[in-house]
DNA sequence: CTCCTTTTTGATAACGAATATCAATATAGT
DNA sequence: ACTATATTGATATTCGTTATCAAAAAGGAG
């Protein structure tokens, strides 16, 4: 069974690049935070582990990651971060605009009427981003 | 009848601000461009009429369209882009990852899952964003 | 292991979009 | 016309991200 590992792994040999101990590392920190996490918070979880790596390194892998289909990028809120990605279903995501909790959630017929629209005006859909800017619970207080 | 500029001048003196022959200028040129407007195009356009212009103008007067609702600001490629929003209904977006070419729709129903899916979550919806990326007739050829 | 080639690294410079600063100018109200 | 306040344009600054480059590391071949 393929963990996010052997995904990487397989990646990087399919362009001649190599499974470095930096990269792993990166790997590492970044599969165990969850939901969408931004660069900074990677960077200082990497450097407890591994005071040496750059910041460009970080910046490098993380894109291999994208490039890998193991993590995706959202820019938000003027804030890039990114999201692991592996087997997961297609999901779209519910932000709150006071504490910019993020909930995720998915619907099926939401899927469906956006093919739908894609089809009317002759796209061939490849991915789709859908956000909803709200104010959740605790905030509403 | 109200149009953009009356729009504009009430939210200005709103705040105290002052409708200055600048702001009039950038809001006459944002209005004659249509769908997505990449604020260097308006820039141009701007300083074919007025070549003394400045650059942070511009900027500070997009940003108050946009609070003044008749703007609005969307970061689809790394590249902030300003839309007109008047009277408009709520519609979502439709790019081409090759041409960027960009399509409005709406769909009623859509619309009705995402309350839904608000309401599942104990969110109130302020806004949502819905974006498919896709590629167009022209580019599959 | 040793040699050689290619990739990767980390430090740092460079970039670019957006914002802050500030003195000079324009505006609105008296 | 006078005064107080807002606005302007030029420019410096910020900050996230990317490019550069010499040194280090990795992978193969012998």
Redesign the interface.
Known sequence: MLDEHDIFKDYLKQYNLRYTPQRKLILDVFLQQSGHVHIDDIHIRVRDQDPTIGIATLYRTMKLLVESGLAEMH?FN?KTTYERLFQVRHH?H?I??VCDKT?E?E?P??EK??L???E??????????????????EC?K
Do not use: N, P, W
């Open positions: 820019t003027e779209d519910l709150c605009i909930v959630f619907h017929l939401i009427y956006q739908e629209a894609c009317r005006y002759d796209f061939t859909l490849k991915s789709h981003r859908m956000t909803l800017f709200g104010i959740c619970k509403q």
